[in-house]
């Protein structure tokens, strides 16, 4: 489905992400804002982190990008992308090998972070010359090149921020992650900010670049629907952790954790009549996050075992934790007692 | 209808002056332009549209926080403008307002018990025992229980679908006639927003108030109001049973929007969506005729680009503004007019397949 690039198997998963945590020190003791994720992005996928406020999903993108707060308590995890260990690295190499000209991040309201003072274009430039020391001249008319793709007339490179409409500001973030060609995009819930036609224009932009240069990508958003918009995989998180990752088919169809089915119960929707419907309670707090299963307080459909911190099943086979051996190809993970095989007796 | 409606806009415009070194008058933002409707007692609208489509001034002019340039807003009959004094203070009893962002909206350093009893002081509830079991009263009513345990919370104790009930509580506690709720839910989280909507919705039908929904997304509202108003650079453009307007958007603005929302899908991936090109217009200088036919796929040159469209109904309580639905311009053969914008060709169908392209 990827426009492959040569030397890389496209079974092998572009970035691939164990264990990943990331908790922060207040006085109230540690925040686990990210616990024990795990997932995979292929070469040209999309793959959607959904969840609600507060559930971290912004942190793992902090995580990954390692734009550490002062008040870190603790970052781990291996997180390899292609063929590198990029947690492996040291933060100068990851800063200059890695960060933005082989994983870009877009972050949430972005297109209000622009410098006022400096033209759009020289902006959008600005990565190459920093990190790939490309002479002026040379990094414009790359510029002019992704200005193309993501839709903004070329005479707005000579124009100042405000100049340009929300909508435009964003196409023009969206330039600047993508002109140092990384192998991985993440968006920090890129359109929330924006009207809902604009909102559908920029989401055509990254369909046409996905589909045309095979760029991967990470999109992390509250909103269901939008979510759909770029979805080949959609990963949902509660509470730090990551409670169902499959196919967006399965996941907009038939989901398979409890959460999940609720969360799409509580979806409004435009063409059809039945309400939706809340889903009762308060996501716990993430300083002392209950020992067995996050989402049990709020579980029509708990029982005894959800006492234990239930690991990531495959509802279609059952495997192991994670992505390691024994993975199957379903790429499908519940982290669910539900979805144990056998109840979960081998579990204890 | 016989009775007079609660609310009533005629022609109401709310402009916004610009000037220039403080005194040059060069311009004005028109945030609100020729808006006219009612609003009869016990219903619920809702009024949908973009950011800076004037939707916020819209509702601030009805709850006489700004000044109508032109026009009048008539309450029970009688006109905001002449109100002054006791007589304004008294209509804003009768208007409840449900701010967008609950924290920014609660005072931080006063705890639940004082936020709720700050309106019942200011309109005259001297007797303390009085205003203590309304608070109760009003806080049980949006199931902020127990009460007790409530009270004594500051704002920043609260989770946000916490905070926005006590802001309904204190937009309910002098018992108004119309609530206004601007973009209720917008801050609030997915799983949230359904018991906030179906609370306010509930406590609208078991009071028989009027509630006016503000919001910019469509899919929200169909189970949450019973009539649109869909406004577009300052003006309605359409407005119609909630129903009536999502089966059958009439004014094309309205269908563009349609077809650019998405129920969560996993096909949505695999086609683009049709977007009209541009962008809406800036309110300092909008556009000659109708304010949307720059970007209108449908826009008729010489019409469109120069007069603008009235009120046409081309269903039975379905009014569009758009010189489409003039009266036999529909038995136009080279105009056709769908009535249901997502069967229309090219609008929301299987589209553009963007997957094939990537191989």
């Known amino acids: 489905m990827a426009a492959t690039t040569t030397g890389f198997r496209a079974e092998e998963p572009l970035l691939r992400v164990e264990e990943l945590a990331?908790?922060?020190?207040?006085?109230?003791?540690?925040?686990?804002?990210?616990?024990?994720?795990?997932?995979?992005?292929?070469?040209?996928?999309?793959?959607?982190?959904?969840?609600?406020?507060?559930?971290?999903?912004?942190?793992?993108?902090?995580?990954?990008?390692?734009?550490?707060?002062?008040?870190?308590?603790?970052?781990?995890?291996?997180?390899?992308?292609?063929?590198?260990?990029?947690?492996?690295?040291?933060?100068?190499?990851?800063?200059?090998?890695?960060?933005?000209?082989?994983?870009?991040l877009v972050m949430q309201a972005s297109m209000n972070a622009l410098n006022p003072v400096v033209k759009v274009g020289e902006q959008v430039a600005e990565p190459l010359r920093e990190l790939k020391r490309w002479p002026r001249r040379r990094a414009l008319e790359r510029a002019a090149e992704v200005f193309q793709c993501v839709g903004l007339p070329l005479d707005f490179m000579a124009r100042y921020p405000f100049e340009l409409s929300g909508g435009m500001r964003q196409r023009a973030v969206l330039a600047m992650a993508l002109v140092a060609e990384p192998e991985l995009v993440i968006l920090d819930e890129p359109t929330s900010a924006l009207d809902v036609l604009t909102q559908a224009a920029i989401m055509n932009?990254?369909?046409?670049?996905?589909?045309?240069?095979?760029?991967?990508?990470?999109?992390?958003?509250?909103?269901?629907?939008?979510?759909?918009?770029?979805?080949?995989?959609?990963?949902?998180?509660?509470?730090?952790?990551?409670?169902?990752?499959?196919?967006?088919?399965?996941?907009?169809?038939?989901?398979?954790?409890?959460?999940?089915?609720?969360?799409?119960?509580?979806?409004?929707?435009?063409?059809?009549?039945?309400?939706?419907?809340?889903?009762?309670?308060?996501?716990?707090?993430?300083?002392?996050?209950?020992?067995?299963?996050?989402?049990?307080?709020?579980?029509?459909?708990?029982?005894?075992r959800c006492a234990e911190p239930p690991p990531a099943f495959d509802p279609g086979g059952g495997t192991l934790d994670g992505v390691g051996e024994g993975a199957t190809e379903s790429r499908h993970r519940v982290r669910c007692w539900l979805h144990a095989p056998n109840g979960g007796a081998e579990y204890g | 209808m016989a009775e007079t409606p609660l609310v009533e806009a005629r022609g109401l415009h709310t402009w916004f002056e610009l000037r220039q070194w403080g005194f040059l008058r060069v311009g004005a933002v028109r945030a609100v332009d020729d808006v006219s409707f009612t609003l009869a007692r016990?219903?619920?609208?809702?009024?949908?549209?973009?950011?800076?489509?004037?939707?916020?001034?819209?509702?601030?002019?009805?709850?006489?926080?700004?000044?109508?340039?032109?026009?009048?807003?008539?309450?029970?009959?009688?006109?905001?403008?002449g109100l002054t004094g006791a007589a304004l203070k008294a209509w804003r009893a009768r208007v409840g307002y449900v701010q967008q962002d609950p924290f920014g909206?609660?005072?931080?350093?006063?705890?639940?018990?004082?936020?709720?009893?700050?309106p019942l002081k200011v309109h005259g509830v001297r007797d303390r025992a009085e205003r203590e079991r309304r608070i109760r009263a009003a806080l049980a009513e949006v199931r902020l229980t127990p009460v007790e345990e409530v009270l004594?919370?500051?704002?920043?104790?609260?989770?946000?679908?916490?905070?926005?009930?006590?802001?309904?509580?204190?937009?309910?506690?002098?018992?108004?006639a119309l609530v206004i709720a601007d973009e209720p839910v917008s801050m609030l989280d997915a799983s949230v927003r359904v018991?906030?909507?179906?609370?306010?919705?509930?406590?609208?039908?078991?009071?028989?108030?009027?509630?006016?929904?503000?919001?910019?997304?469509?899919?929200?509202?169909?189970?949450?109001?019973?009539?649109?108003?869909?406004?577009?650079?300052?003006?309605?453009?359409?407005?119609?049973?909630?129903?009536?307007?999502?089966?059958?958007?009439?004014?094309?603005?309205?269908?563009?929007?349609?077809?650019?929302?998405?129920?969560?899908?996993?096909a949505n991936a695999t086609r683009l969506r049709e977007v009209p090109a541009g962008e809406p217009p800036s309110l300092i200088d909008p556009p000659a005729g109708c304010r949307?036919?720059?970007?209108?796929?449908?826009?008729?040159?010489?019409?469109?680009?120069?007069?603008?469209?009235?009120?046409?109904?081309?269903?039975?309580?379905?009014?569009?503004?758009?010189?489409?639905?003039?009266?036999?311009?529909?038995?136009?053969?080279?105009?056709?007019?769908?009535?249901?914008?997502?069967?229309?060709?090219?609008?929301?169908?299987?589209?553009?397949?963007?997957?094939?392209?990537?191989?």
């Open chain 1, 22 to 104: 990331l908790h922060y020190r207040t006085r109230g003791g540690a925040v686990r804002a990210v616990d024990r994720v795990s997932f995979d992005v292929k070469r040209g996928e999309a793959l959607v982190i959904l969840g609600e406020s507060g559930c971290g999903k912004s942190s793992l993108a902090r995580a990954l990008m390692r734009l550490l707060p002062r008040n870190l308590a603790h970052h781990g995890g291996r997180v390899s992308l292609g063929d590198t260990p990029i947690s492996e690295l040291s933060d100068e190499r990851f800063r200059r090998e890695v960060q933005w000209s082989r994983m870009a």
């Open chain 1, 205 to 304: 932009v990254l369909k046409e670049i996905k589909a045309e240069q095979g760029t991967s990508f990470i999109l992390i958003t509250h909103d269901v629907a939008t979510s759909s918009e770029l979805a080949d995989r959609v990963a949902l998180m509660y509470a730090g952790e990551l409670v169902e990752a499959c196919s967006a088919v399965r996941f907009f169809g038939e989901p398979a954790h409890p959460y999940s089915r609720l969360l799409m119960k509580s979806v409004p929707r435009l063409h059809e009549r039945e309400r939706p419907r809340a889903i009762p309670g308060q996501p716990p707090s993430l300083l002392e996050p209950p020992g067995g299963c996050r989402f049990a307080a709020r579980c029509p459909e708990r029982f005894v």
């Open chain 2, 42 to 81: 016990g219903e619920a609208v809702a009024f949908v549209g973009e950011s800076g489509c004037g939707k916020s001034s819209l509702v601030r002019t009805l709850l006489g926080l700004h000044r109508p340039t032109l026009g009048e807003v008539r309450c029970e009959g009688e006109s905001l403008a």
């Open chain 2, 105 to 118: 909206a609660l005072p931080p350093f006063l705890d639940v018990r004082r936020i709720l009893a700050e």
């Open chain 2, 152 to 176: 004594g919370k500051f704002p920043h104790m609260l989770s946000g679908g916490q905070q926005q009930r006590v802001v309904i509580a204190r937009a309910l506690i002098l018992e108004p």
């Open chain 2, 195 to 266: 018991e906030i909507l179906e609370l306010l919705r509930g406590i609208q039908r078991d009071r028989g108030l009027t509630l006016a929904f503000v919001t910019h997304d469509l899919a929200t509202v169909r189970h949450y109001a019973e009539r649109i108003f869909v406004l577009y650079a300052g003006k309605v453009v359409e407005s119609a049973p909630v129903d009536d307007l999502l089966d059958a958007p009439q004014h094309p603005y309205t269908r563009a929007l349609l077809a650019a929302l998405s129920d969560p899908d996993a």
């Open chain 2, 292 to 359: 949307f036919h720059p970007r209108c796929p449908q826009a008729m040159a010489g019409l469109c680009d120069r007069e603008v469209p009235p009120d046409f109904m081309p269903r039975p309580g379905h009014g569009s503004a758009c010189w489409l639905h003039e009266p036999g311009m529909a038995e136009n053969p080279e105009r056709p007019i769908t009535t249901d914008g997502r069967q229309a060709p090219g609008r929301g169908g299987p589209g553009h397949d963007v997957s094939q392209s990537g191989r």
